[in-house]
């Protein structure tokens, strides 16, 4: 903690959204922020160099679960978007792909059983089989069919698989690219695409003896234990994110509940 307090200006902090700052939920279009994550990362801002969220969800999705916090930086669908200045930016690659994601929705909405919910996030769909976990191998054998027809790339989640633009990038690309004028910084994750962010950490600091990367796991059976065993902390649910950033703020001086 001490070292993220003396470098303050060049540190950072990186969230994943669902399952690490909002409860998992069957109804993806219901979640919320847990209790007091919000006033946590909008005082974390006033304290360290930089504090974004790095998700699956559409940067409009973002914007909209994190209102009126200018100093919070907000990336979504792995990175492809990002809110500037109040509007969504998104990669021109990315957007060529919109009319097979649009192709691939609609034949998700007409093939797969109904129990499936088929999330259209426009550059991205996101098939869900957590009302009905049995389905998954159909789920995924379906989808990499899909993939391999229309040149799509699947990335597999808590009980979700996706499909997305074959183009390059990741939590992982993403983190390595915003840490790059940091000498520290933190990840918070829960799921199997934060991995590549843990990753990434680690090679700054191999290549860089100076950095210092903290990674945080959200413990959880779907995803298994293989983040868990790469997180120098882990904490059992995203209600205690709060709590562990509530340590990180009373670390420093200036903080309003500091000592
Ligand atoms: O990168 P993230 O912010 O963690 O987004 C990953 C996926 O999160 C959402 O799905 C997950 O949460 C849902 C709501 O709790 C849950 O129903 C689902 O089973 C989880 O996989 C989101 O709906 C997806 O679009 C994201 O890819």
């Known amino acids: 903690m001490s070292a993220t307090v003396s470098e303050c200006t ?21 979640v919320r922020p847990v209790p007091g994550a919000l006033e946590r990362l909008r005082l974390l801002a006033t304290l ?21 916090m200018p100093r919070l930086s907000l990336f979504g669908l792995y990175g492809m978007q990002t809110v500037v200045d109040g509007r969504v930016r998104t990669e021109a690659e990315a957007g060529a792909w919109a009319p097979v994601i649009a192709r691939v929705t609609a034949d998700a909405a007409r093939e797969l059983p109904g129990e499936v919910l088929v999330e259209d996030k426009a550059l991205m769909v996101a098939l869900h089989y957590r009302s009905s976990p049995s389905l998954r191998g159909a789920v995924e054998r379906w989808a990499s069919a899909k993939a391999a027809e229309l040149g799509l790339r699947e990335q597999y989640g808590r009980m979700v698989v996706e499909l997305r633009p074959p183009v390059e990038g990741d939590k992982g690309t993403l983190v390595e690219r915003e ?6 910084a933190w990840y918070f994750g829960d799921d199997l695409s934060d991995g590549r962010a843990f990753e990434a950490l680690r090679g700054r600091e191999e290549r860089d003896p100076a950095f210092l990367g903290v990674r945080v796991a959200v ?41």
Do not use: C, Q, W
């Not at 540190?11 to 993806?28: K, N, Q």
């Not at 840490?179 to 520290?184: Q, S």
């Not at 959880?220 to 902390?233: H, K, S």
């Open 48 to 68: 360290v160099g930089r504090v974004a969220i790095v998700s699956a969800r559409p940067a409009a999705f973002l914007r909209d679960r994190f209102p009126a």
């Open 10 to 30: 060049k540190s950072g902090f990186f969230f994943d959204f669902d399952g690490t700052i909002a409860p998992i939920m069957r109804d993806p279009s219901a």
């Open 179 to 184: 840490t790059e004028a940091l000498t520290r």
């Open 219 to 259: 413990a959880n059976g779907e995803t298994g234990d293989e983040l868990a065993r790469r997180a120098d902390f882990t904490i059992d649910a995203p209600e205690h994110t709060p709590h562990l950033l509530d340590h990180v703020i009373r670390a420093f001086p200036a903080a309003p509940y500091a000592g």
